[in-house]
């Protein structure tokens, strides 16, 4: 038996009690005479003491030619501590040791395995498994574990299977590329790694399942973007005999559920708001709704008053940032060279200080009046010794500018409490969106998704203008999750990949599996899925899905750890009849 406790465990009442431990040392303190060493396991830490006067000579020298990270079984006795330590939950004792056994020696780590290490990301990434031995990424794995166990009991109670899906499948297009895996035993070709469930679970309720979840990793080629991973978690659910409305409730149930059983939370049933509202009011559609600064929009007051720039411009827009009078001139010539940053790519910005008095100060006093300034204050809803900020241009432009200044300045302004969650649905997404590159349109969600039923006809007049009974859920200013109604007829489904610009032919060869399903009875249905990575870190109260990850690849997509992608010998590429051109 390696032990009979574990290395959180003991406490005063255990005193006097023989016990084993095995671990690893965390520290050791010698002091010539009494040498004190920290054992560390999953649980927690056990001091264990040796000392000359109540410890064999051979196992005091022992003791201290222990190093760090060394792997150790000690028996021994649970005495009480003369020092206690408040701070470790079995600081009131010690383990007087009378039997040490080195069970494996270890090199000195390359970073200290401590709460707050010198390591860097790539270090610590390189060697994850010590990484992983440090308590905060250690807690957010057990973190992660209670969420997913959290997320298994609430679905099992609402009747939801588990079900496995395949991984090694067909494409199925969620708006990026796929991984492909050759098929050694079919020359020529490849199974894609699922982007998504999608067809499959669509499948499982033509098959009667239900209600479907699964948590599941998916596939995606994409361009990494900082904090995404090209393999990650999802939540899929699918349910039959559903309305956009049933699916809106169960998964704020699980939301709440969720919220309320790692945070003790209660939240209230959570807002909606349709796309193109969260558009106007936030210029994002997963907007941040723990504070304000909604968009006001100025064309009506501040158009047609000589200033050519919001005279030309397609949409003015302000937000009123909460106290921001007190920002001095440095400080807003700061925020307007924030804004030209070419990630930003705003051409400048003009200011309205509201004073305390009720007058108000612009960067524009020249065009615009008190009254004027005061309808600019009225809009965006600005109280004296707020700042009005506006910016004028393109719509879609300046929508995305204002939104990503408004996130910064809640930022600088503490506004953003990683403690509080403010869920939002958003709803009624449009089914479709233009793609400049390939002059077409291309399905927003995936070509799964069904229009709402009353603007079927609109879409060979004005394709871009319909909307689909598709949905996300907004935590904190990050969408977590995003599903909707399906199409369940072989006619809209054939009618959805025309307007995608498939052929028939093309429809048929890559998804006549789905549409022959439709013709054996396939009832209503829809579903969602949430990003698992990021949901937890966002109830983790963290921003970056990494540190929830066991083993996650970099931002360039690698496991430097593990050293992948990597090249395949001869042999492999000759038996998946690959050939590829090696530098
Ligand atoms: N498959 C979708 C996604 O991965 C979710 C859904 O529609 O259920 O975003």
């Given at each position: 038996m390696y032990r009979s406790h574990h290395c959180g465990q003991l406490r005063?009442?255990?005193?006097n009690e023989e016990v084993t431990l095995s671990g690893w040392v965390q520290k050791s303190r010698d002091k010539g005479f009494v040498i004190w060493v920290d054992l560390r396991d999953r649980y927690g830490i056990t001091q264990l003491i040796f000392d000359a006067?109540?410890?064999p000579e051979a196992m005091v020298s022992m003791a201290k030619s222990l190093g760090r990270e060394f792997v150790i079984q000690v028996t021994g006795t649970v005495i009480e501590r003369s020092s206690k330590n408040p701070?470790?939950?079995?600081?009131?004792i010690e383990i007087l040791v009378s039997k040490l056994t080195v069970l494996n020696e270890a090199i000195?780590?390359?970073?200290?395995?401590?709460?707050?290490?010198?390591?860097?990301e790539e270090l610590r990434m390189k060697y994850r498994y010590l990484d992983i031995r440090r308590n905060p990424v250690k807690n957010n794995l057990i973190f992660r574990h209670k969420v997913t166990q959290e997320v298994r009991s609430f679905l099992s109670s609402q009747d939801f299977i588990e079900v496995e899906t395949p991984y090694l499948i067909k494409s199925t297009p969620e708006g990026a590329r796929d991984f492909v895996v050759p098929s050694r035993m079919n020359e020529g070709q490849f199974y894609a790694l699922p982007q998504s469930p999608q067809t499959f679970k669509q499948l499982l309720m033509v098959g009667g399942m239900d209600k479907y979840f699964q948590i599941v990793k998916c596939f995606r080629d994409e361009d990494?973007?900082?904090?995404?991973?090209p393999e990650f978690t999802q939540i899929d659910c699918e349910m039959a005999f559903v309305e956009q409305e049933d699916i809106l409730n169960i998964f704020e149930g699980l939301t709440r559920h969720l919220i309320k059983s790692i945070h003790g939370k209660e939240l209230s049933s959570f807002p909606r708001m349709t796309y193109d509202d969260a558009l106007k009011t936030?210029?994002?559609?997963?907007?941040?709704?723990?504070f304000g600064m909604q968009f006001g929009e100025l064309n009506a007051v501040a158009?047609?008053?000589?200033?050519g720039v919001f005279n030309a411009a397609e949409l003015v827009v302000g937000i009123a940032v909460p106290?921001?009078?007190?920002?001095?001139r440095k400080e807003i010539d700061g925020i307007i060279n924030w804004l030209k940053r070419p990630q930003i790519g705003a051409l400048g910005m003009i200011y309205s200080r509201c004073n305390d008095d009720g007058t108000y100060k612009s960067s524009v006093d020249k065009f615009y009046d008190q009254d004027d300034l005061g309808q600019w204050a009225k809009i965006t809803g600005a109280n004296p010794g707020d700042l009005v900020c506006v910016l004028s241009g393109p719509t879609d432009k300046v929508r995305a500018q204002l939104s990503a200044l408004r996130m910064e300045l809640a930022e600088r302004l503490g506004?953003?409490?990683?403690k509080e969650f403010a869920p939002l649905w958003v709803t009624d997404f449009p089914l479709l969106e233009w793609d400049e590159d390939s002059k077409r349109y291309h399905a927003?969600?995936?070509?799964?998704t069904a229009p709402k039923p009353d603007q079927i006809?609109?879409?060979?007049?004005?394709?871009?203008a319909v909307k689909a009974n598709a949905y996300d859920l907004v935590l904190n200013g990050n969408e977590i999750g995003g599903g909707s109604i399906r199409i369940h007829d072989k006619a809209t489904q054939a009618l959805m990949f025309d307007h995608l610009g498939f052929t028939p032919e093309e429809a048929k060869e890559q998804f006549g599996f789905l549409m022959n399903a439709f013709e054996y009875g396939a009832p209503p249905h829809g579903g969602l899925a949430f990003g698992l990575d990021r949901l937890v870190a966002i109830l983790g109260?963290?921003?970056?899905i990494r540190d929830f990850i066991a083993f996650p690849k970099n931002?360039?997509?690698?496991?430097?750890m593990i050293d992948a992608p990597s090249a395949i010998d001869e042999t492999q590429l000759k038996e998946l009849h690959l050939k590829v051109n090696l530098k």
């Open positions: 005063t009442s255990n005193i006067d109540r410890t701070n470790l939950e079995t600081g009131d000195v780590p390359p970073f200290t395995i401590e709460d707050q290490t010198d390591g860097g990494l973007r900082a904090d995404r991973q936030y210029g994002n559609d997963k907007p941040d709704i723990r158009q047609h008053k000589d200033f106290g921001g009078n007190s920002f001095t506004l953003r409490d990683p927003m969600h995936h070509p799964f006809k609109l879409l060979d007049t004005d394709p871009g109260g963290q921003e970056t931002n360039s997509g690698r496991d430097v």
